[in-house]
């Protein structure tokens, strides 16, 4: 039998390779080894990025212990109009967001000058400043982390989606018949465990990048103290007479892009819909006084919840130890 390697994959493998050994070679910024308490942003310079989705094939490896292995049959779910989300067979779908692809590549095709240019760039979650996410999360299971970043506990989770229908992009995306719920009330709580980037936050409590930044041949990502992002966000926008998101968008985010052309532009292009999110101006959605309220009621619950999820999920795992051991 003959192995067949297609052009596209020879060239992202040689690709990915040439961009960890010149990542591997640049000094780590103090605040990723954890040496102070500022937010980290990520620089996303659009003109860079060649499309190559050699940052898609990285997450998805590096992350791959954290993707669901559902149970199945899955439960019936009352109401019935609960609706199984199940993509434990399309693992391999890279063209949009799912539990089992955290980042994909949106393509645009806008006009310049009178001259076609296609422009592709990375998407995942913006990590917002004041993720709507976590404030509204009522079982605690999305939370900010002091750097920034923003994660869903899948030990916590329920599956509810509160999380993908407060967020402007819509980001999380829903596993059905893994985590907290099958041991509870698996009719009744929830539907599953909501996935999306966590900024490979192991990697970087090691001193490590984020997958996704460490292979990219063309150095199209940057991580670092927010404040030093949006300086040279802002530098690189004079320069090239550009223009910039995710700074102020809702209430400002760790994910800042740089383009040559108006997002406007570039939104009208791309392919929107469920798993792949637009690129709208975006108002704060954590300003107005009603969900901040919401907040503050929610925040007691969260918090027994998240106490109570965690010693359930200790407490599993120390009898599942305990089984094994037998």
């Known amino acids: 039998m003959t192995t067949s390697i297609s052009r596209r994959t020879f060239l992202k493998g040689g690709l990915a390779a040439a961009g960890a050994i010149a990542a591997s070679s640049l000094p780590l910024p103090a605040a990723v080894k954890g040496e102070t308490g500022q937010e980290l942003a990520t620089l996303i310079d659009i003109r860079k990025c060649i499309g190559c989705e050699a940052c898609v094939e990285a997450c998805k490896e590096a992350n791959a212990a954290k993707f669901p292995e559902p149970e199945k049959p899955f439960p019936k779910m009352y109401p019935s109009r609960v609706k199984v989300s199940d993509w434990s067979d399309k693992r391999e779908v890279m ?29 995942r979650c913006m990590h917002c400043q004041n993720p709507p996410c976590a404030d509204l999360c009522p079982w605690g299971a999305a939370r900010k982390l002091k750097n920034g970043i923003t994660r869903i506990d899948a030990d916590i989770c329920l599956g509810g989606a509160k999380c993908e229908k407060v967020c402007p992009w819509h980001i999380p995306q829903r596993q059905t018949g893994v985590g907290l719920y099958l041991d509870i009330l698996p009719g009744l709580a929830g539907n599953g465990v909501m996935y999306k980037c966590d900024r490979c936050y192991n990697r970087l409590e090691a001193g490590k990048l984020p997958a996704c930044i460490e292979v990219c041949p063309e150095n199209v990502q940057k991580i670092g103290p927010r404040a030093e992002i949006i300086k040279e966000a802002h530098a690189i926008a004079k320069e090239i007479n550009g223009y910039i998101y995710g700074e102020k968008e809702n209430g400002g985010t760790n994910t800042i892009y740089v383009s040559p052309v108006p997002f406007k532009d570039l939104n009208r292009a791309i392919e929107k819909g469920p798993g792949r999110p637009h690129l709208k101006p975006v108002s704060d959605a954590m300003a107005h006084a009603d969900n901040l309220a919401k907040a503050m009621v929610i925040a007691p619950i969260a918090g027994i919840a998240a106490a109570a999820g965690k010693f359930y999920a200790a407490s599993k795992k120390r009898g599942q130890h305990e089984e094994g051991r037998k």
Request: charged share 30%; net charge neutral.
């Open 95 to 123: 063209d949009r967001l799912t539990p089992y692809n955290w980042v994909f590549i949106q393509e645009a095709r806008v006009t310049v000058n009178g001259k076609e240019e296609t422009y592709t760039f990375p998407r």
